[in-house]
T-cell receptor, first 115, second 113 residues
Framework: EAGVTQSPTHLIKTRGQQATLRCSPI?????VYWYQQALGLGLQFLLW???????NRGNFPPRFSGRQFPNYSSELNVNALELEDSALYLC??????????????FGSGTRLTVV | AQKITQTQPGMFVQEKEAVTLDCTYD???????LFWYKQPSSGEMIFLIY??????QNATEGRYSLNFQKARKSANLVISASQLGDSAMYFC??????????FGQGTELSVKP
């Protein structure tokens, strides 16, 4: 069974540009979660999508947005990039959106560097 | 604010010995779930073990066990018979309604040969 796949693995952008990160969940998983892991700040919850709808978002500005497609894959868009957006962005998926007790399965992440 | 605390930024352990990684949580909810993840240098977060607040017994998964002390609000991870491949960052996390995990700051474990 293929795990959660994220692309690209590395992304370098200039301040002010837009970045698009992609995530494919495990087959059969309908929920996708995005987390930001910035140096010194730990992992911060960004967004949760389930069945194509945004269900919850963390304390991030509106320039962080995304969507979930009918095949349950997801995109995270970051507009007007700032230097502090440099981080590892992790995507996770689960088949049990209400409790999460099955454990999220994470991908290997996209490392975004803003210069 | 509800949070997860990992007080050990770094730990060293000799190969084949056991090690305990500390985690305390702060929640007023009667129902919650606690996770431990391993993050090697590759970046992927690997699920290790889960403990539900109503579980009667401490969770175990192979060499990993969770020392769950509800009254103290602690959920320490015990790794038995450490291996060189156990060297990684370890994160404790608390599941919240709304699909999100609240992570601690992590503990970097180094296993010495």
């Amino acid at each position: 069974e293929a795990g959660v796949t994220q692309s690209p693995t590395h992304l370098i952008k200039t301040r002010g540009q837009q970045a698009t990160l992609r995530c494919s969940p495990i087959s059969g998983h309908t929920s996708v979660y995005w987390y930001q892991q910035a140096l010194g700040l730990g992992l911060q919850f960004l967004l949760w999508y389930d069945e194509g709808e945004e269900r919850n978002r963390g304390n991030f500005p509106p320039r962080f947005s995304g969507r979930q497609f009918p095949n349950y894959s997801s995109e995270l868009n970051v507009n007007a990039l700032e230097l502090e957006d440099s981080a590892l962005y992790l995507c996770a998926s689960s088949s049990d959106p209400m409790t999460g007790i099955t454990g999220y399965t994470f991908g290997s992440g996209t490392r975004l560097t803003v210069v | 604010a509800q949070k997860i605390t990992q007080t050990q930024p770094g730990m060293f352990v000799q190969e084949k010995e056991a090690v305990t990684l500390d985690c305390t949580y702060d929640t007023s909810d009667p129902s919650y779930g606690l996770f431990w993840y391993k993050q090697p240098s590759s970046g992927e977060m690997i699920f290790l073990i889960y403990q539900g607040s109503y579980d009667q017994q401490n969770a175990t998964e192979g060499r990993y066990s969770l020392n769950f002390q509800k009254a103290r609000k602690s959920a320490n991870l015990v790794i038995s018979a450490s291996q060189l491949g156990d060297s990684a960052m370890y994160f404790c996390a608390d599941y919240r309604q709304g699909g999100k995990l609240i992570f601690g700051q992590g503990t970097e474990l180094s296993v010495k040969p």
